[in-house]
């Protein structure tokens, strides 16, 4: 089953990285700078939408509903399989290696 944009339309979507498998190659920092950013220490973190990078192993934060394709393609092209997307209703992974189609 793919997932398509469509079917993510409507549902509050939060996202979070797993740092253990966090390669550190900075692919989804280039696709979603509002969204990820590399910390000191190399790996990736998430930021909130007051821009602050939270430094939190597995930190979660909202996806704005405008880097939604932004942080679908992060998720389709991390190397590491390591950033997660659930709805929040219900906790259910919807883009990521745990996802359906993961
Ligand atoms: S794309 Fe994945 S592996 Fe690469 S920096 Fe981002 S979270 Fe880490």
Same mark, same amino acid.
């Given at each position: 089953?793919?997932?398509?944009?469509?079917?993510?339309?409507?549902?509050? +979507?939060?996202v979070?990285?797993?740092?253990?498998?966090?390669?550190?190659?900075?692919?989804?920092?280039?696709?979603?700078?509002?969204?990820?950013?590399l910390?000191?220490?190399?790996?990736?973190y998430?930021?909130?939408?007051?821009?602050?990078? +939270?430094?939190?192993?597995?930190?979660?934060? +909202?996806?704005? /509903?405008?880097? +939604?394709?932004?942080? /679908?393609?992060?998720?389709?092209?991390?190397?590491?399989?390591?950033?997660?997307?659930?709805?929040?209703?219900?906790?259910?992974?919807?883009?990521?290696?745990d996802?359906?189609?993961?």
């Amino acid at each position: 089953m793919t997932v398509r944009d469509e079917d993510l339309r409507g549902d509050a +979507l939060e996202v979070w990285i797993d740092q253990d498998l966090c390669t550190g190659d900075g692919i989804c920092c280039q696709y979603a700078p509002d969204v990820f950013e590399l910390d000191i220490d190399g790996l990736a973190y998430v930021r909130n939408a007051d821009g602050d990078l +939270l430094q939190d192993t597995g930190a979660t934060v +909202l996806v704005p /509903t405008i880097a +939604l394709r932004d942080v /679908t393609d992060s998720v389709k092209e991390c190397p590491g399989e390591c950033i997660h997307v659930r709805r929040i209703s219900d906790g259910v992974e919807v883009l990521g290696p745990d996802s359906a189609d993961g």
